[in-house]
Every structure is written in structure tokens, then in C-alpha cells.
């Protein structure tokens, strides 16, 4: 099975809202990601969680707050969003982290379609 | 840096034509490569992947692709495509700095004609 789960489907927030979305993988893997992307454009990284630790954070702005509670879950808290923010949000996992000599496939999730009004 | 071409923007054939989508890699050594496939509105599903060895790739769904070192290339291709192959095509390489992220490129949008 190489299935990533990610809730909700849609979301729609106010530039004042907090908002969470949710990823959760059953696979025993120990690296997570987080990828945003806009329309007709290729997905670009934003955050990397090896062994529940951040990793890799893409210069991202403080209103998007990752957080891995444990080895299968990964949140991202969303906070006084601009409308360019809306986005496809597409988390994904791999068995390792990134690292020299050895890349795992990641397996992505199907999205959150976030709009920001 | 690493990085992906793909030089087609809009492909279009017809179903039970051959397709061949292009991507063009710039790396000294050999890299990491893969091809994922993305229907609209979905997440990314991995087609196939290149680490070393074989240079010719089988994936899922009939999909293969070819490694060619000597023209930087790392072509997908498919002998006879269905209606269901309409989707955007994306190639991807690992970057061999520390960070080893995954590189996308631009995507290849494929249209189905019947």
C-alpha cells in the first residue's frame, strides 16, 4: 500500500482565518514533505520532515507553520493567508530522507485545493 | 544546478497512436530521474524511475523511458495510448547538493484526440 491520505479535499479561508490541512502515510515511512503548488505550474518544495525533525525549510513565510506530531502524520497551520496563496497543496512521503547515495521514491498524496479570499 | 527541460508544452495524439514526451536533464554525472503523471485536480503518481543500470525503464500503465547519457535525455514513451493517458506529465531529478530535493519540470500537458 502507497497511499498518503491528506484532509480536506477543498478548503476556503479568509485572509483572517486559521486553518490546518492534513497528511497521514501508514507506510513506516520516515521522511515527509510538503509541496505547493499553482495552476498549470510544477509542484515546488516548501518543507521536509526527516525522522519528525525539520529538515528542509524553502524560505517559506512564517504564516505557513509545518508540524509533525509523530512518524505518520505531518500538519501544516495556515495563518493570515494572502489570496496568492491559494494553491494545491501536496504532501508526500518516503521511506528515507534525502540523502547522499540514496533517494527514495516519494509518494504523493492527492492535494488540498486551498482558495484564499 | 540540476534541472529538467520539457520542451513541449502541449502535446496532442491520437488514441492508439505511439507518444514520446521529451525531457532533457543538465547533471555531469548520472542522475536520479523520474516521470510522474498528474490527472486534473490530483496528486502525483510515479510512472517509473532511473537510478542506474538499464537504461531502458519499464513503469506502470505501458509507459517506458529511455536514459541516453550522450543526448541528456530521458524521453517517456508509450507504443499506444488510451483515452485515460490524458493527464500533465511531469519529469523529475534529484539535486545532488546536499539537500537532495526532487526538481520538477515545466510538465507536458497531454491531450487525447478520439
Known amino acids: 500500500d502507497t497511499e498518503v491520505t491528506q484532509t480536506p479535499k477543498h478548503l476556503v479561508m479568509g485572509m483572517t482565518n486559521k486553518k490546518s490541512l492534513k497528511c497521514e502515510q501508514h507506510?513506516?515511512?520516515?521522511?515527509m514533505y510538503w509541496y505547493k503548488q499553482k495552476a498549470k505550474k510544477p509542484p515546488e518544495l516548501m518543507f521536509v520532515y526527516s525522522y519528525e525533525k525539520l529538515s528542509i525549510n524553502e524560505s517559506v513565510p512564517s504564516r505557513f507553520s509545518p508540524e509533525c506530531p509523530n512518524s505518520s502524520l505531518l500538519n501544516l497551520h495556515l495563518h493570515a493567508l494572502q489570496p496568492e496563496d491559494s494553491a494545491l497543496y501536496l504532501c508526500a512521503s518516503s521511506q528515507e530522507p534525502p540523502s547522499g547515495g540514496i533517494t527514495d521514491t516519494q509518494y504523493f498524496g492527492p492535494g488540498t485545493r486551498l482558495t484564499v479570499l | 544546478a540540476q534541472s529538467v527541460t520539457q520542451p513541449d508544452i502541449h502535446i496532442t495524439v491520437s488514441e492508439g497512436a505511439s507518444l514520446e514526451l521529451r525531457c532533457n536533464y543538465s547533471y555531469g554525472a548520472t542522475p536520479y530521474l523520474f516521470w510522474y503523471v498528474q490527472s486534473p485536480g490530483q496528486g502525483l503518481q510515479l510512472l517509473l524511475k532511473?537510478?542506474?543500470?538499464?537504461?531502458l525503464v519499464q513503469g506502470i500503465k505501458g509507459f517506458e523511458a529511455e536514459f541516453k547519457r550522450s543526448q541528456s535525455s530521458f524521453n517517456l514513451r508509450k507504443p499506444s495510448v488510451h483515452w485515460s493517458d490524458a493527464a500533465e506529465y511531469f519529469c523529475?531529478?534529484?539535486?545532488?547538493?546536499?539537500?537532495?530535493?526532487?526538481?520538477f519540470g515545466s510538465g507536458t500537458r497531454l491531450l487525447v484526440r478520439p
Open positions: 523529475a531529478v534529484v539535486t545532488m547538493d546536499s539537500s537532495y530535493k526532487l526538481i
Open positions: 532511473y537510478f542506474s543500470g538499464d537504461t
Open positions: 507506510m513506516g515511512h520516515r521522511a
